[in-house]
């Protein structure tokens, strides 16, 4: 824990706080890792801890408190996600749909990519 030999109690508190910044508890389901474990969030009825702040899954990585926060669902609903939360024993997103939308360019752009915001 120690790496030298001067100022060896800040340098224990330092690797005591890198160990909690760590990802504490991983469940791994279907190649989901839930981390930055938090209790702030919003929850649903027969919703509770733990709440988390990120979840990665093999292709993308959700966040609450960023650009990854957005969305898409298969009916092209975009979703902004609140909070990862454990409901009736599952692992849930808690979203709020954005009724409001708009174009992400404004001028002429290739027909390919139209759905994207």
């Known amino acids: 824990m120690i790496r030298k030999s001067e100022k060896p ?12 910044l760590l990802i504490n508890k991983q469940e791994v389901e279907l190649g989901a890792v839930y981390a930055q474990e938090h209790f702030e969030g919003p929850l649903l009825p027969n919703c509770r801890s733990p709440q988390y702040k990120e979840l990665k899954l093999p292709k993308c990585t959700l ?3 960023s ?24 692992k849930v997103i808690i979203g709020q749909e ?4 708009q174009p992400f360019f404004t001028h002429h752009v290739i027909p390919q990519i139209w759905e994207y915001f």
């Open 9 to 20: 109690l800040q340098q224990v508190i330092n690797r005591v706080i890198e160990g909690s």
């Open 63 to 65: 966040k609450l408190n």
């Open 67 to 90: 650009g990854d926060c957005y969305i898409r669902m298969l009916n092209h609903v975009i979703v902004k996600v609140r909070n990862i939360v454990t409901c009736l024993n599952q």
């Open 98 to 101: 954005i009724l409001e939308k």
